[in-house]
């Protein structure tokens, strides 16, 4: 079992920053790729950003390329989200997620997701 829990979140004003951050615990973090992804009201969750374990590969959604950038730090068993340039269409809750399986995180069907933060832009 892998637990991951969420932070960072909160409210912004549009073209301001945050970074989320998602601690794990449990299994090898080291082991597990990693994904962030959103869901905003009244629709389906999206992919955001993934990280594979050795972190010599990201992916990122087109509408946030160039603005948001994911990594991890191994020996703290976290991974953030850093968001720059935020728009007010970015407002939903981040989840990140983990599994074994790159595609499978691309995918969205990890099998260890976190809580999940508020990420609120104001326009």
């Known amino acids: 079992q892998v637990q991951l829990v969420e932070s960072g979140g909160g409210l912004v004003q549009a073209g301001g920053s945050l970074r989320l951050s998602c601690a794990a615990s449990?299994?090898?973090?080291?082991?597990?790729?990693m994904g962030w992804f959103r869901q905003a009201p009244g629709k389906e969750r999206e992919f955001v950003a993934a990280?594979?374990?050795?972190?010599?590969?990201?992916s990122y959604a087109d509408s946030v390329k160039g603005r948001f950038t994911i990594s991890r730090d191994n020996a703290k068993n976290t991974v953030y989200l850093q968001m720059n340039s935020l728009r007010p269409e970015d407002t939903a809750v981040y989840y990140c997620?983990?599994?074994?399986?790159?595609?499978?995180?691309?995918?969205?069907?990890?099998?260890?997701w976190g809580q999940g933060t508020q990420v609120t832009v104001s326009s």
């Open positions: 449990g299994r090898t973090f080291s082991n597990y790729h």
């Open positions: 990280l594979t374990w050795s972190t010599r590969a990201t």
């Open positions: 997620a983990a599994d074994n399986l790159w595609t499978t995180v691309i995918a969205g069907r990890s099998n260890y």
